[in-house]
């Protein structure tokens, strides 16, 4: 069975920083791309980043680039978002998501990240 | 980039069939066929319906089909049952490794 469980999300201040972290297991991971979403409440999910299976090539929406880093250790088929000067629109549940072009297959079950005073 | 236009509701009786829209431009929905469909339960992660247009992944219900004309894509439920009450979005990939979601439409099932 497939599983993607995030973790490492909360409560930060303003421009202070987060690693977020997505344990997987249930597949060859080292074989898979990887994406990051969040989804603020009541609006739909965000694509945030993309990395490839090697790990060597990442993408990132306007939104987050220069700010979020995207990475993963296939040796422990791990995935992160390392999360730096956090803002207040930075708000959301953030996913782990398994995905290619042509679609996003399995999401893990999210992780919550509060950006406020 | 704005996010794909869907309709923010949709409902019907049990039974009933009903069809969402999701509409884009030439440089997404209709220059894409890697059009995807996701249901999304409340406090839930969203689930893959449909893939590339009209294809549904293994254990997917038959009710469930997707198809695209132009620069709208749609996703029609037939046969609504009570568990298909959840919310539901499109995505297009638009090139350049950019993905595009839509801003969701509730289904309310009567």
């Known amino acids: 069975e497939v599983q993607l469980v995030e973790s490492g999300g909360g409560l930060v201040q303003p421009g202070g920083s987060l690693r977020l972290s997505c344990a997987t297991s249930?597949?060859?991971?080292?074989?898979?791309?990887m994406h990051w979403f969040r989804q603020a409440p009541g609006k739909g999910p965000v694509w945030l980043s993309r990395?490839?299976?090697?790990?060597?090539?990442?993408i990132y929406a306007d939104s987050v680039k220069g700010r979020f880093t995207i990475s993963r250790d296939n040796a422990k088929n791990t995935l992160y978002l390392q999360m730096d000067s956090l803002r207040a629109d930075d708000t959301a549940v953030y996913y782990c998501?398994?995905?290619?072009?042509?679609?996003?297959?399995?999401w893990g079950q999210g992780t919550r990240v509060t950006v406020s005073s | 980039q704005s996010a794909l236009t869907q309709p923010p509701s949709a409902s019907g009786s049990p039974g009933q069939s009903v069809t969402i829209s999701c509409t884009g431009t030439?440089?997404?929905?209709?220059?894409?066929?890697?059009v995807s469909w996701y249901q999304q339960h409340p406090g839930k992660a969203p689930k893959l319906i449909i893939s590339?247009?009209?294809k549904r992944p293994s254990g997917v219900p038959d009710r469930f089909s997707g198809s695209k004309s132009g620069n709208t894509a749609y996703l029609t439920v037939s046969g609504l049952q009570a568990e298909d009450e959840a919310d539901y979005y499109c995505?297009?990939?638009?090139?350049?490794?950019?993905?595009?979601f839509g801003g969701g439409t509730k289904l309310t099932v009567l």
């Open positions: 998501v398994r995905g290619s072009y042509y679609h996003f297959d399995y």
């Open positions: 249930g597949f060859t991971f080292s074989s898979y791309w």
């Open positions: 990395i490839y299976s090697d790990g060597t090539d990442t």
């Open positions: 030439s440089s997404d929905v209709g220059g894409s066929n890697y």
């Open positions: 590339e247009v009209n």
């Open positions: 995505c297009s990939y638009t090139g350049t490794y950019i993905w595009m």
